[in-house]
Nanobody
Framework: QVQLVESGGGLVQTGGSLRLSCEAS????????MGWFRQFPGKEREFVAT????????YYSDSVKGRFTISRGNTKTAVFLQMNSLKPEDTAVYYC???????????????????WGQGTQVTVSS
């Protein structure tokens, strides 16, 4: 079993920055994809950014591209999301996810991921 623990959420003003962290522990795998999703009240979870298991090109949703940056730690068990120029519409619960054997076409699909963190609230005030 894999446990994912997020941290770094909080309250920030419009234009501010936050850095989310996610640490994976438990069962280890040789390679895996780690990504971030978010969920607005009453909505389904939506893709934010992902770092594929092959370490290549990172992917972002159009709504965060140019403002958010995903990165992985040196040990590859951590993933970070640097969020800059935050807007009130970024307010959501942010989830870290880990996927095994994901293909490119599935990187943005929540159901394709195998493990999830508990979520961390990000609130951007106007």
């Amino acid at each position: 079993q894999v446990q994912l623990v997020e941290s770094g959420g909080g309250l920030v003003q419009t234009g501010g920055s936050l850095r989310l962290s996610c640490e994976a522990s438990g069962r280890t795998f040789s390679s895996y994809t780690m990504g971030w999703f978010r969920q607005f009240p009453g909505k389904e979870r939506e893709f934010v950014a992902t770092f594929p298991r092959n370490g290549g090109h990172t992917y972002y949703s159009d709504s965060v591209k140019g403002r958010f940056t995903i990165s992985r730690g040196n040990t590859k068990t951590a993933v970070f999301l640097q969020m800059n120029s935050l807007k009130p519409e970024d307010t959501a619960v942010y989830y870290c996810a880990l996927g095994l054997r994901l293909i490119t076409s599935a990187l943005r699909v929540p159901n394709a991921y195998d493990y999830w963190g508990q979520g961390t609230q990000v609130t951007v005030s106007s």
